[in-house]
């Protein structure tokens, strides 16, 4: 019999070998073992994980985040609400996941999400902020430069920066998204 820890770690190996879900791994892992197969044997049953996880996984690598249905919604922020510290109280938790957008969240006895309210309105600050012709013109600029270096698409985690109203070359998406604007600090006249 192996350890929690180890069929986790083979269960997170096996995700990202096969750019999935833990869920969908988790399921495939299972279905395998029920043909007899040792989890710690994997690596040697790949195509027969491979076969599986279409079968028993609801994973579509198209679905953007921003298309997901309400299911799926209420699974991504179930599995936020499992990653934080297990010893904080539900208060802390559902604190934490306001600063991510998310009110309103019910548990269920057992301690699982039941609904939530997302406290963002997408169309509304497209409308705002993404639709002005030279927001149109900066994103545009910024996709050919992408294009031009052959990297648009790939999904590499790297964006084209601006920096002095110049393209100043690739930088990792995380940082190039998480710049402190102007129009994002504290006081700014942003409408």
């Given at each position: 019999?192996?350890?929690?820890?180890?069929?986790?770690?083979?269960?997170?190996?096996?995700?990202?070998?096969?750019?999935?879900?833990?869920?969908?791994?988790?399921?495939?892992?299972?279905?395998?073992?029920?043909?007899?197969?040792?989890?710690?044997?994997?690596?040697?049953?790949?195509?027969?994980?491979?076969?599986?996880?279409?079968?028993?996984?609801?994973?579509?690598?198209?679905?953007?985040?921003?298309?997901?249905?309400?299911?799926?919604?209420?699974?991504?922020?179930?599995?936020y609400w499992d990653d934080?510290?297990?010893?904080?109280?539900?208060?802390?938790?559902?604190?934490?996941?306001?600063?991510?957008?998310?009110?309103?969240?019910?548990?269920?006895?057992?301690?699982?999400?039941?609904?939530?309210?997302?406290?963002?309105?997408?169309?509304?600050?497209?409308?705002?902020?993404?639709?002005?012709?030279?927001?149109?013109?900066?994103?545009?600029?910024?996709?050919?430069?992408?294009?031009?270096?052959?990297?648009?698409?790939?999904?590499?985690?790297?964006?084209?920066?601006?920096?002095?109203?110049?393209?100043?070359?690739?930088?990792?998406?995380?940082?190039?998204?998480?710049?402190?604007?102007?129009?994002?600090?504290?006081?700014?006249?942003?409408?």
């Amino acid at each position: 019999m192996i350890s929690f820890k180890k069929y986790t770690d083979i269960v997170n190996t096996i995700a990202k070998k096969l750019k999935t879900t833990k869920d969908a791994a988790i399921n495939a892992l299972i279905k395998v073992q029920q043909k007899g197969i040792d989890p710690l044997k994997w690596q040697k049953n790949l195509t027969m994980l491979k076969t599986f996880l279409p079968i028993v996984a609801d994973y579509d690598p198209t679905i953007d985040e921003r298309q997901m249905t309400d299911k799926q919604a209420l699974v991504q922020i179930q599995h936020y609400w499992d990653d934080l510290d297990h010893m904080a109280s539900d208060d802390t938790k559902k604190k934490s996941l306001q600063r991510l957008g998310y009110k309103n969240i019910k548990l269920d006895s057992r301690g699982k999400i039941t609904s939530f309210d997302e406290d963002r309105d997408y169309k509304d600050e497209y409308k705002k902020f993404q639709s002005s012709t030279k927001s149109k013109k900066y994103r545009a600029e910024l996709n050919k430069y992408n294009r031009e270096k052959g990297t648009y698409g790939n999904r590499d985690g790297k964006d084209a920066s601006h920096k002095g109203g110049k393209i100043v070359g690739m930088e990792d998406e995380n940082i190039n998204r998480g710049r402190a604007e102007k129009s994002r600090l504290v006081g700014s006249k942003r409408k």
